[in-house]
T-cell receptor
């Protein structure tokens, strides 16, 4: 079965610093991978996704992630943190090759941005 | 652009009462998913529909949980005889292809 781990339940960075949020997955089939962001008391907003093709994917708000099959990783980065990036971030893997399958989510990483 | 909507946004109920939540997906999406999210955790899959067919329901947490999508459009999630452990955020998502789009969620508090 698929699973997702996110190293670091809480990450703090200074405004303007690099953001790195880690995601590792296990999957018995080629994965579809996603990053979502959640602001307090709101639903999940898609940041970016990897399905096939280019392993470096760019998303909204300056975020990007790189799929590394050999490391089973899909880490999320942003060169320069902004105060508005403070939120909860979730990595997810699609459970199965059928794109209609449900997602398995990691436990989340709370990002704090310090002035 | 109309996204996924959920009603109500908040529900407070007493233990033992039944509650029902509604989800309206993006109109052209044929798949609809329900997830539960407890504090400090990622969403946990409950069930999903393709059109009106419920294709996976073994992950529903107990037989007190049920979901319907009678005409392949909106869906309802019902919890009977609520317990304090049911307190959580209930999220709905819809998709046409690979990507799932989430609604704002319904936060349930069971007193």
């Amino acid at each position: 079965a698929q699973s997702v781990t996110q190293l670091g339940s809480h990450v703090s960075v200074s405004e303007g610093a690099l953001v790195l949020l880690r995601c590792n997955y296990s999957s018995s089939v080629p994965p579809y991978l996603f990053w979502y962001v959640q602001y307090p008391n709101q639903g999940l907003q898609l940041l970016l996704k990897y399905t096939t093709g280019a392993t470096l994917v760019k998303g909204i708000n300056g975020f990007e992630a790189e799929f590394k099959k050999s490391e089973t990783s899909f880490h999320l980065t942003k060169p320069s943190a902004h105060m508005s990036d403070a939120a909860e971030y979730f990595c997810a893997v699609s459970e199965g090759q059928d794109y209609g399958q449900n997602f398995v989510f990691g436990p989340g990483t709370r990002l704090s941005v310090l002035p | 652009d109309t996204g996924v909507s959920q009603n109500p946004r908040h529900k407070i109920t007493k233990r033992g009462q039944n509650v029902t939540f509604r989800c309206d997906p993006i109109s052209e999406h044929n798949r609809l998913y329900w997830y539960r999210q407890t504090l400090g955790q990622g969403p946990e899959f409950l069930t999903y529909f393709q059109n009106e067919a419920q294709l996976e329901k073994s992950r529903l947490l107990s037989d007190r949980f049920s979901a319907e999508r009678p005409k392949g459009s909106f869906s309802t999630l019902e919890i009977q005889r609520t317990e304090q452990g049911d307190s959580a955020m209930y999220l709905c998502a819809s998709s046409e292809g690979v990507t799932q789009y989430f609604g704002p969620g319904t936060r349930l508090t069971v007193l």
